[in-house]
């Protein structure tokens, strides 16, 4: 789109390392393949996405403009970048960045980006990248230029691909650190970026690195490969390692990390890694992505095969040097301050005093200061990515981090500083307290952008940071200090599972219309790197759902026991409990003329209005549906509730009985006469809803049955409590998935 | 010097007294009747950054919004899309979008009037570097073409020329004319 792309490669020439010019030039001539139809959109798609270059919500060329389904009448037509991708629709540019790290000059070249190609605003993402949104394809050979210029890589920003490394952004000055992983996790990035063993992955692949076991930062027990840093005294000498976890992630069901090994010396980290890669490229799933991650593998496998497989494949690697050679000067990139140490001042106001408290921290080096920069939603704009450089390098030696929380934080700031620093900050409108608090709300992009979102979770995270942001200061301090996270649909982008407040994104019907929806997921932890998952209670509707939050908070903070945390509360108080407490506000308004209810947070469209239901013979059905659907739901909050009495049986057969439940709602929709026989149910089920793929998710596919179709299989098992758990994760998603199908077979063809 | 790329945007009066969160249903409403002729496709939120893009009508040609970058408040034209002719015809292309798009807010009743051009500022940048780098060669190349331009613009009234001199920004002109002019009557001046 940009007249100025063919012009980049000229005028940039000689100041692109080498390969990553070579790289985008190699994207370049398949964008021009691509054009003149000689390469398959498949395999554009998956190459584009290895550059980082992601679709984006209605790239498919239609929209639903609140009224109707619109055809957007791109210039190039049915061309396509991917599967039912037109050519024209903007997409997303996702860039990493790797441990989070950036230099003032980076940050000016994605200001330059956000103004010249997207749309004035660069966003931190809950793994440390930037995306840019509203990007045209064409634009992106000259893009990726100026960041290669800038030494910045798109390059396996997504796809099948080792994805950003990731690092705790305090990494080097935390006081509770074993050591500053910093140099370790650029290592990994740089040995796995393009490595051969690395390209022949099923799904993606997640390292993250942290510095100790107690905080969140690294979040190491939600990734494929989480490293957590280590000492331990050997023949009277420290040594650094790592316990090195493997298999865990979120996504529709996540997977708590199994310990890998408890102590790996930096110089087995690369190889090991490398050893991983290898087993999974082998061995992971490639035909149903549904479980191609790692966790899937190590689950299946076991991790004693696991371990057993990696360690034959380690001993069989081939020696390279890059292994090791970074090792000796591990320590000389460390950063280092600009300005003398000093003491941190006396607050001269209450608003510089509220964000000395929640925006500061003291690091391990004496008379310095760790800042964050809050930012609403993880969204900067370009004039401040430029104050933010500036202000980095007055302060710093021109470095910043960008965090999972979707922050940056300024590191190495002298406590003298700060007044200064709070006022230059201030005056680029990046001064905002609360950091970390329940204010400083996470988000995935949600309906705003992605293809997959249900619910707008960004519209429901900047109306709670409004509503929340006016009274935080007054709350109980322990309320303060909670975390909300926000996806859009069961995905987890917004790590909803690690929350104290955790919602994702689902619909229901009422009133013969689609009502956007959160289910609240409660008994998540964020510290000890995200310790352990929660788990969804109840669905309530959007604009409910601030009220949601009061009420468990008001809850917390009247019945709390000393020294008691949410999660303890809630795990106290029990799931009956709290959804006795949020009963009425499950259901809709008694006035249905209020319209607002039917639309999204700061959205006015009427919610996905071609789901009205149509006719009375329909609506008999409807009825039949929603009562079998309603009764799986409560069921599968039945196993909750028998996980959460430690009777794991009972969870295990209950949670198969919701899912039969939903299937039979169902199938009865066709068949009224459907006996109550488990096989009959499920061979029904897939003879009328999976073989026709009715029951199949425009993007998961028939994902979903197979949920059932396994419980099925595994009936009769005897299930660990973790096994439980999936099956109750799974047993919600495949109730969602029959609301959807049935809202879907209940809806007239939009026009 | 090919002149792509320009951004023009009207500085609206009363900014404090503007509910941007208004315009949204308004843009969404743009895209449902199809009032402009250019691919509209979708409406993106920003107003919890400070002194951001605000709210943005997302186009394939071209954004509309309600922008307060700088805490000015007004209605932005952003060209995305190429466009062939003169740097004349790129310049009033960009301006003319901008006053359509300021004066069907100004007339749209679930407004209530509170949006209006203020009468006299006009923010003119380009939104590529390579094209039109912020610096003096792009200054003089530019303000003869700007001067013209202008002149047709005010009919011939007066006005001030305030560049952002700033390197890293976007090539940028504050314009404001030294008297108060409507939307409509800019639009009449463009059309003569």
């Not at chain 1, 993402?125 to 230029?145: C, F, G, K, N, S």
């Not at chain 1, 940056?408 to 007044?419: M, Q, T």
Request: net charge negative; with cysteine; charged share 25%.
């Amino acid at each position: 789109m940009k007249a100025s792309n063919a012009l980049w490669t000229e005028k940039l020439a000689g100041q692109m390392p080498e390969d990553l010019a070579r790289e985008i030039e190699i994207f370049e001539n398949e964008i021009s393949l691509r054009k003149q139809g000689k390469m398959d959109e498949r395999v554009f798609a998956e190459t584009r996405l290895r550059r980082g270059a992601y679709g984006q919500r209605y790239d498919n060329g239609q929209r639903h403009d609140g009224k109707k389904v619109q055809e957007i009448a791109y210039p190039s037509g049915t061309l396509t970048k991917g599967p039912n991708t037109l050519w024209d629709a903007p997409g997303m540019q996702r860039i990493k960045i790797p441990a989070g790290g950036l230099k003032g000059a980076q940050l000016e070249t994605l200001a330059e980006l956000a103004e010249e190609y997207s749309d004035g605003i660069a966003h931190i993402t809950t793994r440390q990248d930037i995306q840019l949104h509203y990007v045209h394809i064409d634009d992106t050979p000259a893009m990726m230029r100026r960041l290669a210029a800038a030494g910045i890589t798109t390059r396996e920003a997504c796809g099948n691909a080792v994805r950003n490394v990731t690092a705790c952004p305090l990494a080097g000055v935390c006081r509770d650190e074993a050591f500053d992983i910093t140099p370790y996790s650029r290592a990994l990035s740089k040995f796995l970026l393009g490595h051969p063993d690395c390209q022949n992955f099923g799904r993606k692949f997640k390292p993250s690195f942290s510095g100790c076991a107690q905080h969140a930062c690294g979040l190491a027990s939600m990734h494929d490969l989480g490293l957590v840093a280590v000492k331990r005294v050997e023949s009277g000498v420290e040594k650094r390692g790592f316990q090195m976890y493997v298999g865990g992630g979120l996504g529709a069901v996540p997977y708590q990390a199994k310990l890998f090994d408890a102590f790996v010396p930096p110089e087995e980290l690369l190889p090991l890694a490398q050893a991983i890669a290898r087993v999974f490229a082998r061995l992971g799933e490639k035909k149903n992505r549904n479980r191609a991650r790692l966790k899937f593998l190590v689950h299946d496998l076991g991790i004693e095969k696991f371990r057993e497989l990696v360690l034959e494949e380690r001993r069989n690697l081939p020696h390279d040097h890059r292994w090791t050679e970074y090792i000796e000067t591990a320590g000389a990139e460390a950063e280092r301050p600009l300005r003398a140490p000093g003491l941190v001042p006396e607050a001269t106001s209450p608003d510089f005093q509220r964000w000395l408290t929640t925006n500061t921290r003291p690091q391990k080096q004496e008379g310095y200061v760790i800042v964050t920069v809050a930012l609403p939603l993880g969204d900067i704009t370009a004039h401040q990515l430029r104050a933010l450089a500036d202000i980095v390098r007055r302060y710093t030696k021109e470095t910043v981090r960008t965090t999972v929380e979707q922050n940056f934080v300024i590191r190495w700031v002298s406590g003298a500083d700060l007044a200064n620093l709070y006022r230059d900050l201030h005056a680029a409108g990046l001064a905002a307290p609360g950091a970390g608090t329940i204010v400083d709300i996470v988000s995935c992009p949600g309906t705003d952008t992605c293809k997959l979102g249900i619910s707008s979770s960004r519209g429901l995270a900047a109306e709670l940071r409004r509503r929340l942001g006016e009274k935080s200061f007054e709350q109980d301090a322990a309320v303060q200090n909670l975390h909300i996270k926000i996806s859009g649909c069961f995905n987890s982008c917004g790590q909803h599972h690690v929350a104290d407040l955790g919602f994702y994104g689902v619909s229901r019907k009422m009133a013969g219309y689609a009502v956007p929806h959160f289910q609240v997921v409660l008994g998540g932890e964020w510290d000890s790197n995200a310790g352990s998952y929660g788990l969804p209670v109840v669905a309530v509707p959007s604009k409910n759902i601030p009220e949601v939050v009061t009420r468990l908070t008001d809850r917390y903070v009247a019945a709390r026991e000393i020294g008691e945390s949410f999660r303890e509360f809630i795990a106290r108080i029990g799931k009956a409990e709290v959804r006795k407490l949020l009963d009425d506000l499950t259901r809709p308004p008694a006035d249905s003329s209020d319209r607002s209810f039917f639309r999204d947070w700061n959205d006015p469209r009427e919610y996905s209005l071609g789901d009205l239901g149509v006719g009375e013979c329909a609506g008999e059905v409807v009825s039949s549906a929603d009562f079998g659907l309603a009764a799986a739901e409560r069921q599968v909050f039945e196993a909750q509730l028998a996980l959460e009495g430690g009777d794991f049986a009972a969870a295990w057969q209950t949670a198969y009985q919701s899912m039969l439940e939903a299937a039979k709602a169902l199938v009865r929709s066709e068949l009224a006469d459907l006996a109550d026989d488990p096989d009959e149910i499920v061979q029904e089920f897939r003879a009328r809803f999976y073989d026709t793929q009715k029951f199949f998710d425009p993007f998961v596919g028939g994902k979903f049955a197979h949920y059932l179709f396994a419980a099925h299989r595994h009936a009769a098992a005897l299930p660990t409590p973790e096994k439980a758990r999936h099956l109750i994760e799974e047993a919600q998603l495949f109730i969602e998935a029959s609301h959807n199908c049935y809202n879907r077979l209940a809806t007239p063809v939009s026009v | 010097m090919d002149l792509q790329h320009v951004n023009a945007k009207l500085l609206v009066r009363d900014a404090e007294a503007v509910d941007v969160e208004r315009v949204i249903p308004v843009f969404h409403g743009w895209i449902q009747e199809r009032t402009l002729e250019e691919i509209l496709l979708d409406v993106a939120d920003y107003r919890h950054v400070p002194a951001g893009p605000g709210v943005i009508l997302i186009g394939h040609e071209a954004n509309y919004s309600l922008d307060d970058a700088g805490y000015r408040l007004g209605v932005r034209y952003n060209r995305k899309a190429p466009l062939e002719g003169s740097a004349q015809d790129r310049l009033e292309q960009a301006t003319r979008a901008a006053l359509r798009a300021c004066n069907l807010l100004e007339n749209d009743s679930r407004l209530e009037g509170k949006i209006r051009f203020d009468g006299r500022n006009l923010e003119l940048s380009v939104n590529d570097r390579l094209l039109a780098s912020n610096n003096d060669a792009t200054r003089e190349a530019l303000e003869p073409e700007i001067r013209v331009f202008c002149a047709r613009l005010f009919a011939g009234k007066e006005y001030s020329l305030d560049y952002d001199r700033e390197p890293r920004r976007l090539f940028s002109v504050a314009v404001k004319a030294s008297e108060a002019f409507t939307s409509d009557a800019l639009l009449r001046n463009l059309a003569s």
